[in-house]
């Protein structure tokens, strides 16, 4: 542990810890566009500069451990100027098309120019223009929005590994892109998203989310991914009862991170596929039919085989798709109501 | 016996030293003198301004300017035993030839300790190497131990010649007290600051210096690996440092137990691609390793984890080709060249507006005033001193106030500017200090690797600024917003170069705010250099209603009554400046 | 997932052993890659145990103090001389000893298999011979060790822990034990049979034969997902009755008498327990489509209608509650604690943090068991009538039967089957990528584009399972493991005819 003074009070923070973790332990926040826990820390794009006493340049607090006796501060005047100029600089090369923007309201870099006061730049000039590519099924991309903030190629590279991304050319013209500035097609994508869910502005966009909804209008619900057993967390995004994408959710062991079935493999829920009532089949056709008449007909053809064969005619198959609450009940009516033991799932699949 | 030096520096080789150096062969041979000459083909001289150059040793006779056509007469005279006046160098002031180097002007104020072999030995030859005590150092310290070569290192004072000033003998002790299963040792030898060409110099004059400063890093450290890091646009540096492992590793000098000693140590080439930025210590080991030349924030430090994520050592070039100098005449004496902080000799190289441009190895604390004026001759064509640029596209620049500042680490960063990896250009009246900033700029904001906004972004709106300013579309606003974004720049770009790129701007602003105003209120380059700003003007308290102008003017852009000053319509102007020269009174100024 | 973290780990300077007869993204990490002939996994494991043991790498504190029945076992190993191994299985001698030193050499390592280790005749004896291993290098409970099965579908350990299970109740207890049939007789407040029930193969046998008469499956489509899929039809076409519950009217749905219709997971309120054994919150996001009722509710509902009294007024919340009373390493779970994060099993009381590992200390049974196993052949091996082995698996984009997967966007990523076959292969069957065959088991056939590649080796095909376009399971064998049933889905012998699209 060593001591440090932050703002002017003092904390104990473990020898380890950056100045950035430090703080935001502390319930100081200090802003950050490139940062992203877990990945490797580029420093790049200098919003989390802090001032340190006795250190002549301003220090990213995402790369600068903490010493003792360091006396820090995260807003002062210094700090704040650079921080605005660094606002400036970013939106004078973005397309501020805000208005319509999937991000309106979801956007760092809008919620820092808030926070900073930043109401427009004195930096006009060149802009950066790209057309905006909708080549693949899942996302758009839309650089002429990216703030060269590196995640997506990092997240690429460090957890997933496939490499989808990098850096081209140099400077100004400096611009994140695939290999050989092809589609993602013809790369390594394995269409994971986590690109898409670490982007912090409206550079890489779902396209199932495109003029579905405002992201306020739009529900987050933290549940539990339905495909494979690792059980990742996610959140769904549900506007007017519809799901129109998935994100990022930090609380379960996969700590965000998603494959291509759990970010994009939801659209089965909607689909017109979807069974939505109770069905019988009469004389080889299946008819619709009411819950009550269902579930009456159900009741009668198994108290009949019941009451002639006794519980071991029967067998029921469970779902490893069902909750453990359904399970249970599953069991628990095949043990007490039909009286059989034949009860199994397919846990050997 | 009799030398015959001629320079094979990359610039001398440019006004073509070898065919000099063949002739001069061939007429040895012609007249059967090669057993009373050797003829060596030798590193830089670092007088390229009188290129190609010769010297004849032990006379120390110092040619200048020798084509081929003048070998036959050179050799009559060297036959002789006769000096051949025509080629000695001319002192332009006296115009009086000047038989020694050590005489010339040029050399005189110079302590040639880190370039002592430049010029003198053959560099593709390891035994001319060894017979000027080549790897003696490297032997004293093999029977040392790692702790007191980094002692002697630390006793000398010597700091890191690639821009910062690190101490090095304190890099050494951090890169040692990291444990590893493997250290690296880099020379860095990219050299990205145009005009700069000291480390280029070292490296084709006297490559196994360098060699013999890794071997004893290596050693202190603890490495067993050493890469150096090389620009491709420099050829002639690789193929002689390739020629000199090669000599060094077949005499024992490189390879596993050195000398019968436990230490081991391999160098290899890595080649880059010219990018300024990977001369930065984190961008050049990223690119060692095959990734996009990024920097990437320290700490970690490259003592802690540099190459391959190993604690590696990097150097520049002439900090290493300090490092036998210092072993071989002791670090006491060594320490007391210099200044208090900042000891041993610094080589800069000088251009621009100065009469002898070339490489000057100088005792760090000389004046600027020294070197612009006695060892540069002062400034070309008899024009006033403006300032000088020191520390190239990083640096900033001083004025006539600071002609007799010491140059060393400390009074530069006082003074605004830096010492760099050693560039020193000199600026004269007709220079525009916007347009000279603006230059500077443009270099910095084409080799930003844009990694960090402040940089990438930054950078380019400061050139569209000064872009606006030279253009004449200016306003004073832009004067501020050059000062805050370029400190907001330096404050917090993550590598020097972005904490460096503003120099040049603020430093103009701070001393030739005026010259900005100018631009800027007026519309008008005082230097006349801004094309756009070029206008002429007749100043009416001068003029005398002669009518010549008008008369010469092809475009009839002057009007003007007798006994009326004339007037020159802007719009009709096409500047070609005919009237300014026919003015008989100085009545029409540029500007 | 899993294979982001084992990236991972590699990139952060870890070193990795793939063990697969196919070549897949994780070989290009790998330090070693033991390309083994399918179904000879004991064999390859024995081999390695044999290095260790014979070079002294084995961890002597651990095994002595913490297992037993290593005598035994080591004669059994002691006959697996890598030079044996390598006939067996093909992977050369040198590599495997390499592979030995590796694995024993670590400080901690960890064994991650899936369903290439179980789906065998010998999955038992499989699993078994890993555990050997484990406990033979004292690769058990600390951090970062250990034996890592990785469970297929979302719930599957759910499933199993709530008693999903011919043999068990929840928490594992035995249906022919006294004591916990005494238990939920009370519980329940039932009459209830005492032997132990049967498993899916053997009641699809047993619906073949006419014994089961009626079958109730909720969620599953087993005639895609079932090994011998004609067989399985067959069997689902003599019941007299069937009434499957499930969100879409799937293969196996179409057999059915009565369809009920189910919900998703983004209309459930639940929990599901993942790989980790961590119990983890569904929440409802949409409301029910059409005129759907949430599958407890049916599951209540038909109880009560064949009079039975179950009530839930708060529903799965409530469920969860009667869940922890009888199964105690649910004990302390409830959705209050699983509000903000998951919580992993056991756990059983209210202020119990969870166990992240298991076997910390001691084994669940005492003391470590070494299992003595021999290598066993495939139940089926390549011949003259069949002369090319099938293997079987998934690929990244498409899931299980792809009910799911299929009605997505994914689909679109590999919208149909690819059978891999080496180029040399397709060399001697005159096979350009691209081209559709047949391919043909003794069970039955099924058509597919292929795909050439050197990701498999010469003499075998790759399906998966997710296209009813191409049922693969009407190739693969039934035939089981005889300890749990699993059936031998990885090996079976086929062969292969070029036909017209
Ligand atoms: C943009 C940039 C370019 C640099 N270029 C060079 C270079 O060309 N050569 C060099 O020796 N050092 C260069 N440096 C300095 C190196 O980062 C490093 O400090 C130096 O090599 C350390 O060696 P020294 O301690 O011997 O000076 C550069 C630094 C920056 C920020
Ligand atoms: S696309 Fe998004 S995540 Fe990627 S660099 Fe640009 S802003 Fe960052
Ligand atoms: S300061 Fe410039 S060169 Fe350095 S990291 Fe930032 S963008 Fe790259």
Redesign the pocket.
Known sequence: MVSITINGNQYSVPADYSILKAAEENGINIPTLCYEEGLTITG?C?MCVVEVKGVRKLLASCATPVTEGMEVQTESERVISARRDILRLLIANHDLRCLTCERNGDCRLQDYCYRYKVEDTPYKGDKKHYPIDTDNHFFIRDYSKCIKCGKCVSICAEVNGAHVYDFME??FD?KVTSAFDDTLQETTCTACGMCVNVCPVGALVEKSVLWEGRPWEVKKVTTTCSYCGVGCQLKLKVKDDRIIGVTADKSGSNLGHLCAKGQFGWEYVHSQDRLTDPLIKRNGVFEKASWEEALTYVAHRLQGILQERGGQAFAGLSSAKCTNEENYLFQKFMRTVLHTNNVDHCARL | MKEILVCGGTGCISGDSRLVHDALEQELSRQGLEAEFKLKYTGCHGFCEQGPVILVTPKDNFYCKVAPQDVPNLIHQLKEGKVYDELLYVEPTTNERILTRHDVPFYKKQQRLVLKNCGIIDPENIDDYLSSCGYKSLQKVLKLQPEQVIQEIKTSGLRGRGGGGFPTGTKWDFARKSVADNKYIICNADEGDPGAFMDRSLSEGDPHAVLEGMLIAGYAIGAQEGYIYIRAEYPLAVKRLSIAIEQAKARGYLGKNLLGSKFDFSIKIKQGAGA??CG?ET?LMESIQGNRG??RPRPPYPAVKGLWDRPSNINNVETLANVPVIMEMGSERYAQIGTEKSKGTKIFALTGKVNNTGLAEVPMGITLREVVFDIGGGVSDGKKFKAVQIGGPSGGCLTEEHLDLPIDYDSLLEAGAMMGSGGLVVMDESTCMVELARFFLSF?RH??????????EG?TRLLEILQRIVEGNGEMEDLDRLQSLGEN?IQS???????T?PNPILSTLKYFRQEYELHVKNKVCPAGVCKALLSYKVMEDKCKACGLCKKSCPTEAITGEKKQAHKIDVSKCAQCGVCMEKCPFDAIIRG | MTGYRIKQAVRNGRKLIVADPRKIELTNYADIWLRHRPGTDIALINGLAHVILRDNLWDVEFVCERCEGFAEWSEVVEGYHPKRVEEITGVKAELIEEAAHLFSQAERASIVYAMGITQHTSGTQNVLSLANLAILTGNVGKEGAGVYPLRGQNNVQGACDMGCLPNYYPGYQLVDALESRHKFTQFWGTDLPDKPGLTLPEMMDAAYSGEIKALYIMGENPVLADPDANHVVKALKNLDFLVVQDIFLTETAELAEVVLPAVSFAEKVGTFTNTERRIQRVRKAITLRGNTQSDWETLVALANKMGHNWVYPRGPEEIMEEIARCTPSYGGINYDRLETRGLQWPCPTSDHPGTPYLHRDTFSRGKGKFHGVHHIPAAEEPDEDYPLLLTTGRNLYQFHTGSMSRRSKLERMRPEELMMMHPDTAKDYRIKDGDYVQVESRRGEVKTKTQVTDHIPPGMVFLTFHYKETPTNRLTNSARDPVCNIPELKVCAVKVKKVMN
């Open positions: 790049s200098r140099r400077g400096t | 300024f930025v930065e961008a990024m920097p910095s080799e930003s690797c844009g990694k960090c906004t402040p940089c990438r950078n720049i770009s993550l590598c020097g170069l972005g904490q790129a």
